[in-house]
C-alpha cells in the first residue's frame, strides 16, 4: 500500500515560509536563485508530496564532489524533474552552477526537516555581520581563528586542531 500522507513539513513552513510550486519558482527563477545564493532556504513542491529546497551551498555538510552538476539555466526548464530526482530514494543533491562554478544546491526538504530552527554557525552569522574571520597557525601548530569588526575590534576567537575546529569554537 502506498503511503499518501504528507511528511511533517509545517516546521519547515514555520521557518522557510510557504513552498513555491514548480511553475511559479520557473517563472521567478533567478530571484530564488538569487535568495538561495543570499543564505535563504526556498521551499519548492511537485504535487503535493514531493518537496524540495533551494538551499545556500554552506547548508550541504561534507565534499561536494561527487554530486550531479547542472547548469542554472538547465535546471530551470528541468526544474520539475530535478525536484523528484532529489526528493527519490537516493536522496541525492544536485549542485547548480553559474558559468561552471557551483552557487546553490537543491535538496529534499526532508533534509532539513529538524534544523529549522537551528541557528546557523558562529562563523556564518559572523559573516554574514560584516566580520572578518583571520585564520593562523599558533605555537602548538593549530589553528587559530579571529572574528573581527570593520573597525578591527576581536568579535570572537577559537583555536583546534584543524580549520572546522577553529571555526566551530569562535562562539566558545
Not at 115 to 124: D, I, M, N, S
Request: hydrophobic share 45%; charged share 25%.
Amino acid at each position: 500500500m502506498i503511503n499518501s500522507d504528507r511528511p511533517p513539513y509545517e516546521d519547515l513552513e514555520a521557518c522557510f515560509g510557504a513552498p513555491v510550486g514548480v511553475e511559479e519558482a520557473r517563472g521567478r527563477w533567478g530571484s530564488l536563485v538569487d535568495a538561495a545564493t543570499n543564505g535563504a532556504t526556498v521551499l519548492i513542491t511537485r504535487e503535493r508530496w514531493e518537496w524540495a529546497a533551494l538551499v545556500p551551498l554552506s547548508h550541504l555538510p561534507g565534499l561536494l564532489s561527487g554530486l550531479p552538476v547542472l547548469s542554472l539555466s538547465a535546471a530551470r526548464s528541468k526544474l520539475g524533474e530535478l525536484v523528484r530526482q532529489a526528493v527519490g530514494p537516493h536522496d541525492e543533491p544536485v549542485l547548480l552552477t553559474r558559468h561552471r562554478t557551483p552557487v546553490v544546491a537543491l535538496v529534499a526538504a526532508r533534509r532539513l526537516l529538524g534544523t529549522a530552527g537551528a541557528r546557523p554557525p558562529v562563523a556564518e552569522r559572523l559573516l554574514a555581520a560584516d566580520a572578518t574571520i583571520t585564520l593562523a597557525r599558533d605555537a602548538r601548530d593549530g589553528i587559530t581563528a579571529i572574528a573581527r569588526d570593520r573597525d578591527g575590534n576581536v568579535l570572537a576567537a577559537g583555536s583546534g586542531d584543524g580549520i572546522a575546529q577553529a571555526l566551530r569554537s569562535l562562539g566558545d
